[in-house]
């Protein structure tokens, strides 16, 4: 069960230019919605559902048991930086990033460093959010951005980021294997991936 606030914790600072990390990490801490800072603007993500928590297991197991490069492995629950603007972040549902990471005193890795990034479509994200997430990814340079969208069954697969956008896109439905291009040189199948129940979709 879900704890509730403590009424007499200290509410979270107002935002303000130059304190949005500050506030995203004490929201984090009162509510334990997942926040994150893209493009300058504080982004609230709920807590996931069943279902997008079951596509991220399934997809970390898949990643996992098909064998990743050496050195790289995933990771969950892992914020990347932009490059030159650490209060500028993303909290991925999965990540490939080197094994090092595992050594790290820090929270924040470097986008560089990410191999992959992944986002489970959350029911209630809008169009909008979606576009920011692929833009902030780009800017990032971060080489593969795949987007599961659980919403309709369907993927999305961006690479070879430049000048703040991807250059190759490729759409896919599930049952539809993800070919992840080189250096991870990996399939992902998609056809177990559990898509939302109706009331989840409207």
């Given at each position: 069960?879900?704890?509730?606030?403590?009424?007499?914790?200290?509410?979270?600072?107002?935002?303000?230019?130059?304190?949005?990390?500050?506030?995203?990490?004490?929201?984090?801490?009162?509510?334990?919605?997942?926040?994150?800072?893209?493009?300058?603007?504080?982004?609230?993500?709920?807590?996931?559902?069943?279902?997008?928590?079951?596509?991220?297991?399934?997809?970390?197991?898949?990643?996992?048991?098909?064998?990743?490069?050496?050195?790289?492995?995933?990771?969950?629950?892992?914020?990347?930086?932009?490059?030159?603007?650490?209060?500028?972040?993303?909290?991925?549902?999965?990540?490939?990033?080197p094994t090092e990471w595992e050594e790290d005193d820090g929270w924040l890795a470097s986008a560089e460093d990410a191999a992959l990034a992944v986002e489970v479509i959350s029911a209630s994200e809008k169009s909008r959010e979606i576009r920011d997430k692929a833009d902030w990814y780009a800017v990032a340079r971060v080489p593969v951005f795949l987007v599961i969208d659980p919403r309709n069954g369907t993927w999305a697969l961006r690479t070879r980021p430049d000048k703040g956008a991807y250059r190759d896109a490729l759409a896919g439905k599930f049952g539809e294997v993800v070919h992840l291009p080189q250096p991870l040189g990996v399939d992902i199948a998609t056809e177990e991936l559990p898509a939302y129940g109706e009331e989840q979709r409207r």
């Open positions: 069960m879900a704890e509730k606030p403590d009424a007499d914790a200290e509410p979270p600072p107002r935002p303000r230019s130059g304190n949005l990390r500050e506030v995203a990490e004490r929201i984090e801490e009162l509510t334990g919605l997942r926040a994150q800072i893209m493009g300058g603007k504080l982004v609230m993500s709920p807590t996931p559902r069943g279902k997008h928590a079951g596509v991220i297991r399934r997809l970390r197991r898949q990643l996992e048991t098909v064998g990743l490069p050496d050195g790289l492995d995933t990771y969950e629950v892992s914020s990347i930086g932009l490059p030159d603007d650490p209060d500028d972040y993303v909290t991925p549902d999965l990540v490939v990033l």
